[in-house]
């Protein structure tokens, strides 16, 4: 804390990871002798750069880029780009370092990194967009490469986004390789990447309740957010059977009590990916209630998933959770559970599914989009989608190698362990670098 003061959600992070990783590292002294997870804790390097673009008024702007890179024991750095107000360092340091423990479980050889800006992508023309992703990847193209670092979308960075910063690069480096992840398909995008993290957040959901003998079919779930993750993780949850009754966005969430069918996700797509628009335009077309400034935990449910952004569930929304029913909840977001929250749900056993594992289908998809870019060839959606199943199962069967505790299935240190022993180990071989 001292050394990086005012971090709060980095230091949110660490924590969590230490409290499950610190006993192993106990009982596995050579991790310690050799400082392992304080090395784990400092990022390679951080690059903080101005972006200045003009706007359509002609006025000067602005704004800051970071990217930082976490960790490439096993692979090059890897991790999304987010573009929104809040970012700060602290935010970027809390994603890159989940993300090293995201991309150890995928099996895939990936390492850590996390980058972005505070640029607000709400309300700006596409010309703006494009000139800020050009500038900003003027700047970060110094720093990234297809075996160096391979940044991917996140919350503010879509497919729009990626293609401007694709176009750029190339133009600077006169070179066609892949570079970024989540790119269209026309150059070297991979089929079901937008699906991935919300497909796989289900997946996980199902892998879980598999475990106890249970399955998503005939079950009420609440998800939040109606991003690409909500949006997906939504798709395939009715895909399994299960009724999803709420999504949704910054200005508040919608009810509808008859489930959010494929017709009704059709709609939202448009509205939220596509025309930008606010969420009570889903209410107003299908006679829906849209609770203004709320998020959708007081509504009763047996599945809950987090899919907008960190820290939105706090204590009381999971006491809320668990008095209403709720019997497990699987992570879209990254780190949207408050740490008294996952405590006070796994002390009522609530089966618990962490974003780094839950969560871990899109960077596989871009871990594979990445396979093919090498391959220069392209595989098919049914390929894809078992790939991505058996991920989702494999990331589940190494979480449930280190969880359990005492009859409980603790996901969190069954993650956290299993992250940490596969990067640990590169970096042990490594010696002291
Ligand atoms: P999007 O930008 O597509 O969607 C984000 C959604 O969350 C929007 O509905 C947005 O509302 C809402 N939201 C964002 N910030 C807030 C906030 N402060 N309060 C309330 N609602 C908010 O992002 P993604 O769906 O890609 O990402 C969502 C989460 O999933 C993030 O935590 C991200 O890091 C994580 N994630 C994403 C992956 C991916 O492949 N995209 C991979 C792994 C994790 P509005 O429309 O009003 O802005």
């Excluded at 989702?392 to 449930?400: D, E, L, S």
């Amino acid at each position: 804390r001292k050394r990086n003061p005012g971090e709060r959600e980095f230091h949110q992070a660490v924590y969590e990871v230490a409290k499950s990783v610190i006993p192993f590292i106990k009982e596995n002294p050579k991790y310690q002798q050799a400082g392992i997870l304080q090395r784990m804790t400092e990022p390679d390097r951080t690059i903080i750069f101005r972006v200045v673009w003009e706007d359509d008024q002609g006025n000067y702007r602005i704004n800051r880029g970071c990217r930082v890179q976490f960790n490439n024991a096993i692979g090059p750095y890897k991790g999304g780009l987010r573009f929104h107000p809040s970012v700060n360092l602290s935010i970027l340091k809390f994603l890159g370092f989940e993300q090293t423990f995201k991309n150890s479980l995928t099996t895939l050889p990936m390492g850590a990194g996390k980058g972005g800006s505070d640029f607000n992508v709400k309300g700006k023309s596409d010309a703006e967009v494009m000139r800020f992703c050009q500038v900003f990847m003027t700047e970060l193209s110094h720093h990234i490469g297809a075996n160096t670092d391979v940044p991917a979308g996140d919350i503010g960075v879509g497919a729009r986004e990626i293609s401007y910063m694709f176009g750029q690069y190339k133009r600077l480096k006169r070179e066609f390789t892949g570079v970024l992840t989540g790119k269209a398909l026309e150059f070297g995008g991979s089929l079901i990447r937008t699906e991935a993290t919300g497909y796989g957040n289900a997946y996980f959901m199902e892998e879980m309740l598999k475990h106890q003998d249970k399955s998503v079919e005939g079950k009420t779930c609440v998800v939040s957010g109606s991003g690409n993750v909500a949006l997906y993780c939504a798709e395939k949850l009715n895909q399994l059977g299960g009724k999803v009754v709420t999504l949704s966005d910054s200005s508040g969430f919608i009810h509808d009590p008859d489930g959010i069918d494929e017709e009704k996700l059709a709609f939202l797509k448009q509205l939220k990916m596509v025309r930008r628009e606010r969420i009570i335009e889903y209410a107003k077309k299908f006679s829906c209630e849209f609770y203004k400034g709320k998020r959708p935990w007081s509504i009763p449910c047996d599945l809950a998933f987090p899919c907008a952004t960190q820290n939105e569930i706090n204590l009381s929304d999971a006491k809320v959770l668990v008095s209403n029913g709720c019997k497990a909840l699987s992570e879209g977001a990254n780190m949207p559970t408050t740490i008294e929250a996952i405590q006070y749900l796994q002390q009522q056993k609530l089966l618990f599914g962490p974003g780094k594992a839950a969560n871990a289908g899109g960077v596989a998809i871009s871990g594979l989009e990445m396979s093919q870019n090498s391959l220069r060839l392209s595989w098919t959606v049914d390929e894809l989608e078992k790939r991505l199943q058996n991920i989702m199962k494999n990331i589940h069967r190494q979480c449930v190698e280190f969880g359990d505790s005492d009859g409980y299935m603790n996901y969190v240190k069954g993650a956290n362990i299993a992250g940490f022993k596969k990067v640990a180990d590169a970096m042990l071989a490594y010696g002291v670098i």
